[in-house]
């Protein structure tokens, strides 16, 4: 299992799905990570959940939990791994609204950095992040992520057009700042 001061990272089970279900479900924690706002059956998310999450051969996902309480607060992924060019997106959602805005983000993104690059011994990690999502792209940048495109007006969200931000980096970068 990794872990940090303050989280662990565990592998998503079944029991999770109820969970994962309401923040998936919560449009407050959606609004600024995924590109559709539908709303989603119980059903709808245990087949999502099993099929894509834990059943895939290209994608780790983790349940992110407060160590102290082990209380599930979010979810993070490495996806579209590639371990021919050793290249994977990576995924985070803080599903519970109490932890925001408390560092948690940042420190399970660096956990699931350092397992990518240490462990997984990739090359490049990438993302995609909706430019409506300032504090998120403060995170990347901090963390040493690179803007490496923008798939300009291609959001639509509260009434404006968004663009979609792709930011990378590289082992050595990461490294470097370490």
């Known amino acids: 299992m990794l872990s940090s001061k303050r989280l662990q990272f565990r592998k998503m089970m079944e029991i999770d799905i109820e969970k994962y279900h309401s923040w998936r479900n919560d449009l407050d924690v959606m609004k600024t990570t995924s590109t559709s706002l539908d709303l989603y059956s119980l059903d709808e998310t245990r087949s999502f959940v099993e099929n894509i999450i834990l059943n895939s051969i290209s994608s780790k996902s983790y349940i992110i ?26 995924i985070i959602d803080i599903g519970e609204k109490e932890y925001w805005g408390k560092g948690y983000g940042t420190e399970a993104l660096q956990m699931l950095l350092e397992y990518a690059f240490l462990e997984l011994n990739l090359h490049r990690v990438s993302l995609r992040v909706f430019s409506l999502n300032e504090r998120a792209i403060h995170i990347y940048n901090k963390l040493g992520f690179e803007k490496e495109g923008v798939m300009r007006e291609s959001l639509y969200r509260n009434g404006k057009w968004h663009d979609i931000i792709t930011m990378g980096i590289l082992k050595r970068e990461y490294m470097s700042k370490q």
Request: hydrophobic share 25%; charged share 35%; net charge negative.
């Open 65 to 90: 939990e407060e160590r102290e309480s082990d209380t599930a607060i979010g979810v993070t992924s490495l996806i579209n791994i590639d371990t021919k060019n050793r290249n994977a997106e990576c």
